[in-house]
Each structure stands twice: as C-alpha cells, then as structure tokens.
C-alpha cells in the first residue's frame, strides 16, 4: 500500500541553521510528491513538487527537497532558518490514483 | 486573484443545527475537494469533485452532504452534526483529478460543535 511517513512530528532549530524535515514514502508506482507548509491559522500553501523532472527540487522561501529513489525519501531542507520559517510542514504523494496521501505533518519551531 | 475562497471562517453550531460550508476557486480548475483537519490526526480527504461530478466520497457520514453545482463552488451542508466533528475544514481544487495534479487549498472553516 501507499504510504508517507514524517519522521519527527516536532522539529526544533536554532534561526541561522540548517532545516532538515524528513519525509519518507512507500509506492508500487513511480510517486509524485509535494511538500506543503501551512501557517498558524491557514490553510496548506504548496511549497515543492517532485514530478520526476529532476531529482533535486527548489521550491519557494528558499526551500528544497532532494527525491532519493534508493532510500525512498524526499526530505525537504533549508540552509538558513528564518523565524518566519516557523510552521507546520506536511509531505504528500500521488501514486497513481485519484488523491494525495499527506504524511502527519511536522511542526518547526524556530529558536531566536 | 484570490485563489480558493472559503466561507465563513468561522463556524460555531448547536448539534441540531444546519449550516453550509462555502468554497470558491477563481483558479479554472475542474476538480474540487474537501478535507477535513482535526487535532493530531492526519488531513482526512472526505470528498471529490471532477467537472462538478462527484468521484469519491471516503466513507464520510451522511451528516455531511456535499454539493457542486458548477467547476468553481462546492458546498459542505452539515445537519445533526457531533462534538467530534469539530475541525478545520479545507477545501481544494485543482486542474483535474489525478494523482500527478498539485492541488490548491483554502484558508479552511474553523468548525466548532456545540
């Protein structure tokens, strides 16, 4: 069965360092695979998408994400974390079928 | 271009209530959905919608009733609805239904059950 997984349902980071936000999937078939960011009190905004273009991904805010067919990850990083970075972050896949399965999101704290 | 609207924001309802959850996209789209988002759970997609027919209905109560009369609105009708059901609800559209598709969301519908 499809699958995503998030591993660390909290993440906590100092502002200046590296964001690392780990998101791992299952898939029969070639996935797609999304990363949203939703803000205090809003709804989901797309932040990347993997659609097998190329592996290496560059989304907004400074975002990125690398997909890894070997280890079936596609984590989402940022060199320099801002405190505006904080949020709720949720992966997503397609695999083949009619909706995306989100992962149970991940939630970035910045310390100042 | 405001994107995907949703109306109200808010929403506070007695359990024997009736209300309507309102969702508009100004983005062309043909394919529309509800979710719903609770504390601690993951996003739970409920219905969809393509070219205003309804594809999937995820084993969703029948307290919740949706509606789509055209590609750019979708309602959720609620009646006799449970404590339980208190959430954040979030509507989505996209080009069409499929799984390569990115879909856009809504700022949602805090839900509260009284």
């Not at chain 1, 205090?40 to 990125?64: D, R």
């Not at chain 2, 405001?2 to 009736?18: C, D, F, S, Y």
Request: glycine share 8%; charged share 15%; aromatic share 12%.
């Amino acid at each position: 069965a499809q699958s995503v997984t998030q591993l660390g349902s909290h993440v906590s980071v100092s502002e200046g360092a590296l964001v690392l936000l780990r998101c791992n999937y299952s898939s029969s078939v070639p996935p797609y695979l999304f990363w949203y960011v939703q803000y205090p009190n809003q709804g989901l905004q797309l932040l990347l998408k993997y659609t097998s273009a190329a592996t290496l991904v560059k989304g907004i805010n400074g975002f990125e994400a690398e997909f890894k067919k070997s280890e079936t990850s596609f984590h989402l990083t940022k060199p320099s974390a801002h405190m505006s970075d904080a949020a709720e972050y949720f992966c997503a896949g397609g695999f083949g079928n009619e909706k995306l399965t989100f992962g149970t999101g991940t939630r970035l704290t910045i310390i100042p | 271009e405001t994107g995907v609207t949703q109306t109200p924001r808010h929403l506070v309802m007695g359990m024997t209530n009736k209300k309507s959850l309102k969702c508009e996209q100004h983005l062309g789209h043909n394919a529309m959905y509800w979710y719903k988002q609770s504390a601690k759970k993951p996003l739970e997609l409920m219905f969809v919608y393509n070219f205003k027919e309804q594809t999937e209905n995820n084993s969703v109560p029948s307290r919740f009733s949706p509606e789509c009369p055209n590609s750019s609105h979708l309602f959720l009708h609620l009646h006799t609805l449970q404590p339980e059901d208190s959430a954040l609800y979030l509507c989505a559209s996209g080009f069409r239904v499929g799984s390569g598709n990115t879909i856009y969301f809504g700022e949602g519908s805090w839900l509260t059950v009284v």
